[in-house]
């Protein structure tokens, strides 16, 4: 086994989440992508913590990990204020910040 | 031999259920689909003789995260007629698979140019809690202390966005 294959299957999983970001409406549905392309680049550092033999790619999945968690709390946090506000998870709805 | 079956099970399990995950139009059914390419990421990260990350991988993304995405899903009640209306090839559906496809060849053509040997095979407890630990706790105490404080600060700041009454 050699790096190519976990590093293709993490740019799959990259694309999916960036072409999802772009494509969907639903504010968890983007968050779920967020989460997806922040998994997906985890998986690259393992892999070249396999590859070299060194753990600094671990420790920093573990930080990762951890950002991803607090990120997720407040993006949840604004999301439960967002639709007790509209009524709605459209995010072409909560526009007001464009004008 | 089982290292190579596996890495083709697990990564077409990881691709076909992020693929679910883009397209289910309910976000319950997104969030499920997402537990399972988080399941699968740990056993890849497993086969790369990463078992502690595979291990939190599992505890914190498939428990604690994904079950707090799906119980805020459940608490707002998402009913069929709040959902946007998402179809058609057209627009943001095409353009989606469009940069999908081109930064999916771009990444992969990438990947092709890395010169690479096969895996060297990993020393004993490589990627282990001690090993980990060690490396966690005493070289990068700090950057752990920074997120710990972070992790804290975001969680009450929700907390108190959360419950502010709206008037």
């Excluded at chain 2, 099970?9 to 397209?23: D, F, I, K």
């Excluded at chain 2, 991988?57 to 007629?81: S, T």
């Excluded at chain 2, 992969?108 to 090993?131: E, K, L, N």
């Excluded at chain 2, 920074?146 to 907390?159: I, M, P």
Aim: aromatic share 6%; hydrophobic share 65%.
């Amino acid at each position: 086994m050699a790096l190519h294959a976990p590093l293709l299957v993490a740019a799959a999983l990259f694309s999916i989440g960036v072409g999802g970001f772009v494509a969907r409406r639903n504010v968890f549905a983007l968050l779920m992508c967020i989460e997806l392309m922040l998994n997906s680049v985890n998986l690259v550092f393992v892999t070249f913590s396999r590859q070299w033999l060194a753990l600094e790619g671990h420790v920093t999945v573990l930080l990762v990990v951890a950002l991803a968690a607090a990120e997720a709390a407040v993006a949840l946090a604004i999301v439960i204020m967002l639709f007790r506000h509209r009524e709605t998870l459209d995010v072409d709805v909560f526009a007001s910040m464009k004008e | 031999m089982l290292d190579a079956i596996l890495l083709v099970v697990l990564s077409a399990v990881a691709v076909v259920g992020a693929l679910a995950m883009v397209t289910r139009r309910h976000p319950l059914g997104s969030a499920l689909a997402l537990i399972v390419v988080m399941i699968a990421i740990a056993g890849l990260y497993a086969l790369l003789a990463a078992p502690l990350v595979a291990i939190l991988q599992i505890l914190v993304y498939g428990g604690a995260i994904l079950a707090l995405i799906v119980f805020v899903i459940m608490l707002l009640n998402v009913r069929h007629e709040d959902l946007a209306h998402e179809d058609g090839l057209g627009g943001r559906l095409g353009m989606g698979l469009t940069v999908a496809g081109l930064l999916f060849m771009g990444l992969a053509a990438g990947i092709h140019a890395i010169p690479a040997d096969p895996f060297a095979p990993p020393p004993p407890g490589f990627g282990g809690i001690v090993a980990v630990g060690r490396a966690l706790f005493r070289d990068y105490a700090v950057p752990f202390e920074v997120v710990s404080l972070l992790l804290t600060v975001a969680v009450v700041s929700a907390v108190g966005m959360a419950k502010r009454r709206l008037d």
